[in-house]
């Protein structure tokens, strides 16, 4: 999978920057605020159909504007994919796929595989359980072409069955059939994310632990469970033990929504016990799982993104991961820093060709 043509036009800081890629290691360079990691974003939004940072639309358009384009050229195997991606304030965003527009954005994902490490990563240890499910479910979305779409229809429900259980506290009233309609939808939606979900972590976890086991080089255990909060109910059992509950909460208290991972080190939590060294090693760990995950899945390498890591990681660490990327057979990779130098330190222990772009003088 290689990117060879990426165009940004009033995106976040950027009123206009084309860019051609022709080696393996593509690195941006330049000062902070100058738009580093807005041009990984772009990548990024090309290949999932939204912003890593800012997902809601409005916020990616340049101040002063009212509206984006992002255009892509890829190279999947033998065949070109161009990505257009639009939008203007007002109006829906249109994401094209060689000139055909996507009824769904979701319909997208996996077309073009990706991982991004970035610092932002910490949130999946220290941030709440929506975060790391949004990870899980989005390499899983990267491999499976219908679970997003499936995910999307679970939570319109969700949204429904709760919008009614504040309705009957509103009006004082209560239908219990309209509420069981619901109930069947949710089971029958829910019922196939659970079991994909634990199909994932069933490959997945063992994935992580052998890239642990080989950035940390130390003789610690690490273990990723989840936790269903149906616990050992059947779906639509806990539903309705959970009527009560739900009614005075004004909103649905369990299912596939409401899921957690807990990340473990020697058998204890991750996030209380784990130095910053060792969380530091388990999201690297878990991110370059990720990539080896999907390359299994698609038979090619997914671009990988690195956001100002050399801020947040030493420099033999740093060095490490490159060096990791390019022993699995890289296919891409873009990073961003604000010091060539130590940019190139990294490079330099690697055989891999590599060009720098200097947004300094781009711009």
Known sequence: MQLRDLSLTNYKNHAALKLQFEAQINCFIGNNGIGKTNVLDAIYHLCLGKSYFNPVSTQNVRFDTDFFILEGVFQKNDREEKINCAYKKGQK??????????????AHVGLIPLVIISPADRDLILAGSSVRRKFMDGVIGQSDSGFLSQLLDYQKVISQRNALLKYFVQNRTFNAATLEAYNQQLVQLGTPLLDKRQAFLDTFVPL??????????QEETIAIHYHNSLGDSNFLTALEAALPKDRSYQFTTLGPHKDDLEFQLNGKPLKTFGSQGQQKSFLIALKLAQFDYLREVHGIAPLVLLDDIFDKLDQHRVTEIVKLLQQGDFGQLFITDTHEDRTLQALNATDSDYEIFNLNTLL
């Open 93 to 106: 965003k249109i994401l094209k796929r060689n000139g055909k527009v996507y009824e769904r954005i979701a």
């Open 208 to 217: 992580v632990q052998n890239r642990y086991a080989q950035i940390s080089q």
